[in-house]
């Protein structure tokens, strides 16, 4: 029996990423990391880009952008900087949240088009986990689909944030005021770390980082009203006023993220003490200086 010849050389692998060549006789999985693992390199890519972000002091604009195609983009977010490492697992997952980072800390720029095959290169995967992440954030706002081009950044101003503001505040303010009559004292107090989670946050002056621990606290003031869909609905609207505004400094300073975080304090102190009209006068104030 005649013995068949080597196969070609499958080139459409993808390279650091973990997924395994599927043009090969034999597929190997590799070992899933561990959640903890793809925890940790999730964080390390967050401070990366906030590394960039105080590096770089602001971003420049660039040139016009070509879509799809890899020529006259928009320069790549952490250009220059050691590529990241994206695990096999949830490799669409992880891609997200290094864009929405990527989106909060101005990195991606607003009216600038951005391809796929090139957002994939820097993050060592193939084009389509980057396609499906970035129609998640269509779906989210956050960009909109330009067609055989790639993906547009929203240009938002400050309308749009007001808007997302009053918004936040139709649900958010009555919620806290039913839940200052109700919760006690000793609850209150359980999410005490958080909010001072949220003042470390702010005092590295990065914007990513300080995201996170802000929407986290928010989340837990709003689980304690027992509804998850109100949860899930106010984090997606304070995802979305996070975002840098159009001809707006791509990054808040020190003294601006730490004043908004000891509003987290101060808003447990009137909540513990049934304080409604400082409730009511915190929470608005504290959407209204995003």
Known sequence: MEQAGPRPR???GFPGTGIPDMG???VRVPPQPRAAE???ERDRERDRACDRERDRGAVAAGGSARGEHTHSEPPLPGTGAARPVVQRASVRGQVLDA???????????????YSAPVLGERFGVSATPVREAMQQLALEGAVEVVPNRGFRVVERGARELAELAEIRGLIEVPVMLRLARTVSARQWTELRPLAEASVRAASTGCRATYAETDRAFH????ALAGNEQL?????????RAQWPLVGGPVSRGHADLLADAAEHTALLDALIAQDLVVVQSLVREH???G
Do not use: N, W, Y
Request: no cysteine.
């Open 24 to 26: 090969k006789a034999a």
């Open 10 to 12: 499958d080139t459409h």
């Open 99 to 113: 864009l929405r980072t990527a989106l909060v800390a101005g990195e991606l720029v607003p009216g600038e088009v």
């Open 38 to 40: 793809v925890s940790r």
């Open 231 to 239: 949860v899930r609905i106010a984090d997606d609207l304070h995802r």
């Open 219 to 222: 989340r837990a003031v709003l």
């Open 287 to 289: 959407f209204t200086g």
